[in-house]
């Protein structure tokens, strides 16, 4: 491994117009709440996330993923004796027994109706399947299933939360946390099947093609009528978990996941719409996609120690990679670029470093970070945009022989020759005036005598 000198030099991103912008926290009224980017998982906005709460039926969220990951989608399935292991007054979609039903549609009951009966109809089958007991009674099933929920769940982040049924009718070891349920929703968001479902306001169908019983759905989550980004997802409601909203937003490529839990009704309105329409505003207003780093970027130049006659007294760099990162403009503004050189291709000279050696186009000589707030984001490879050669004795000769035969050279050439000629010409002058001033002196010594 190249070891890698720290350059004392640092280059800040040009300071944006919204460095020094606060961020105002959206009005919320929810006991708790969280609001996360689904790509990154990044928390937003919070208060009291890691509470546990109770989840209502905002539970059939996971029960749909086990659904979705055990279950066939175009299989029939034969509802049991099991939606009769309900509570009184639970919410249904009223199925009956021996009634058939696709995996498909057991989904959409959850999501999109009030089928707490459409869960247990999951639950049962799931759990013989994963137990291999096709004979399993409910009681043993309702329990296989929410242990198998339980890990389920620890498995996508949720490690705060015990699942005892499969539709979240209170029960007091039924319990999650605001942090928990985005996590699950999160991934529920990534399976196209159950995030295309979630969108639906509604739904009329076929239970298990043309024959079967034509039903209606109707989600309860007001978000798919009421604002025009919402993309689910599904609510909550009962006298000890008051009213539970997990929703997904999505604007301009970026998907958002809010869950607020028990959200107060202040003067006969529910506040849990307004919580989480204030949630998915603060966020696309304030946090975007920026782009970081394009390919083949300049990041700057560096000065070479002892270069060839000729060359270049510098060496530029750059980077390949393209980089996009979902921040905040105040973000932006903060975001500092680090340049490390490599040791093995840099030098100190009178305290300034300098690139020396051999550097071929194309090689890697040093990296880039990109740190905010002390954290490092990212790095990308810096590379040698040409070629740099060591300096020689053999390289100064060509370097002068190279000048003396250019073209370049040609007038001085010129120059020269016309030079030597005048000086022969000057010369054969001024000796032809001399031998004559001689000859003439001559003569007149000899008249003279």
């Given amino acids: ?10 280059i800040l991103i040009a300071v944006l117009a919204g460095q020094g ?38 539970t059939m969220i996971l029960t749909a993923i086990l659904a979705y990951e055990h279950l066939d989608m175009d299989e029939i399935i034969i509802v049991g004796n099991e939606i009769n292991q309900l509570p009184h007054q639970a919410a249904t979609i009223q199925l009956q027994v021996g009634e058939a039903i696709t995996g498909l549609n057991l989904i959409r009951a959850m999501i999109i109706g009030q089928g707490l009966d459409a869960a247990n ?20 099933a309702q329990l296989f299933f929410g242990q198998l929920m339980t890990q389920r769940a620890m498995s996508l982040g949720a490690i705060n939360s015990r699942f005892v049924n499969a539709h979240g009718f209170h029960h007091a070891n039924h319990s999650s946390t605001a942090y928990d349920l985005a996590q699950i929703a999160r991934h529920a968001m990534s399976i196209p099947t159950i995030a295309n479902i979630a969108s639906q ?10 024959g079967t019983r034509r039903r209606t759905f109707t989600s309860a989550n007001d978000l798919l009528r009421n604002f025009s980004y919402a993309r689910g997802l599904r609510t909550g409601n009962h006298n000890l978990s008051g009213e539970v909203l997990v929703a997904a937003a999505q604007r301009d490529g970026i998907m958002l996941i809010s869950v607020t839990m028990n959200s107060p009704i202040i003067n006969d309105a529910p506040t849990r719409w307004t919580d989480n329409i204030n949630l998915f505003t603060y966020g696309f207003e304030n946090y975007a996609i920026h782009q970081i780093l394009t390919p083949a970027t300049t990041h700057g ?7 060839r006659l000729g060359d270049y007294e510098y060496l530029e760099f750059y980077s390949r990679a393209e980089i996009s990162h979902f921040m905040s403009m105040a973000e932006l503004g903060r975001l500092e670029t680090l340049i490390e050189f490599s040791e093995d291709f ?49 390289s100064d ?16 050439w010129i120059a020269g020759i ?26 007149y010594k000899i008249k003279k005598l």
């Fill in 1 to 10: 491994m190249k070891k890698f000198r720290l350059l004392v030099y640092m």
């Fill in 21 to 58: 912008q606060v961020l105002t926290r959206p009005e919320v009224h929810a006991y708790t709440h969280v609001l996360i980017e689904l790509e990154s998982g990044r928390i937003l906005s919070e208060h009291d996330a890691h509470r546990r709460m109770f989840p209502a039926a905002t």
């Fill in 121 to 140: 109809v999951v639950a049962i089958n799931v759990a013989r399947r994963m137990s291999d007991n096709p004979d399993m009674p409910w009681g043993d």
């Fill in 201 to 210: 306001p509604n739904f009329t169908g076929y239970m298990a093609g043309e």
């Fill in 301 to 307: 130049q560096l000065n070479i120690l002892n270069p």
């Fill in 346 to 394: 840099t030098e100190y000279y009178y305290e300034e470093l300098r690139f020396t050696t051999a550097i071929e186009e194309g090689e890697i000589i040093g990296t880039l970070h990109h740190v905010l707030d002390g954290e490092l984001l990212f790095s990308s490879n810096l590379y040698a945009t040409r070629e740099v050669l060591e300096r020689t004795t053999a």
């Fill in 397 to 412: 000769i060509d370097h002068y022989m190279g000048i003396f035969f250019s073209r370049a050279a040609l007038p001085y």
């Fill in 418 to 443: 016309l030079a030597v000629v005048l000086l022969i010409i000057s010369y054969i002058i001024i000796r032809n005036r001399i031998r004559t001033s001689i000859a003439r002196q001559s003569k």
